[in-house]
């Protein structure tokens, strides 16, 4: 078998509809758009959801509740979790990531006190909780650039 002998079996590949280049390409005239009305025209068409003046699903639904624009999206592990790190490594973003705990940063890290770690490490991430803190803090561990 040779690769320059290669093609698509038949049938597979279909040729690209070419709208608007004359007559004698079958799409010629109209554009296959029909004849006149708001869909012919350039710009035509209605914007999404409009339901031809009927009232929209949108507006016909009930509303509940608020969304906050301004809501920050805070990823959160917790202290049993940075157990997987060894003893005196420092902690940050990067070692989150690359260990899996963290999928994406998002608007910020805090660290949790859910569990017990008995052994110093380093920590530099965004946030933490007091009681986190204090169960790193007296493992002889430190916290660094915490708001």
């Known amino acids: 078998m040779n690769l320059s002998s290669l093609k698509p079996p038949e049938g597979s590949r279909k040729k690209r509809k070419r709208i608007g280049r004359g007559d004698g390409s079958g799409h010629g005239g109209t554009s296959t758009k029909g004849h006149k009305g708001q869909n012919a025209r350039s710009g035509g068409g209605v914007r999404p959801g409009f339901e031809g003046g009927q009232m929209p699903l949108s507006r016909r639904l009930p509303k509940r ?25 420092v902690i940050d973003r990067t070692a989150l990531l690359d260990a899996g705990l963290v999928k994406r940063i998002g608007d910020g890290i805090k660290v949790l006190g859910k569990g017990n770690i008995d052994y110093p490490i380093s920590l530099k991430v965004d946030m933490i909780s007091r009681g986190a ?13 915490v708001i």
């Open 133 to 145: 803190r204090d169960k790193i803090e007296a493992a002889g561990g430190s916290i660094v650039g």
């Open 65 to 89: 509740g608020f969304r906050n624009p301004f809501r920050r999206n805070i990823v959160i592990i917790n202290i049993d979790q940075l157990k997987r790190f060894p003893e005196g490594s």
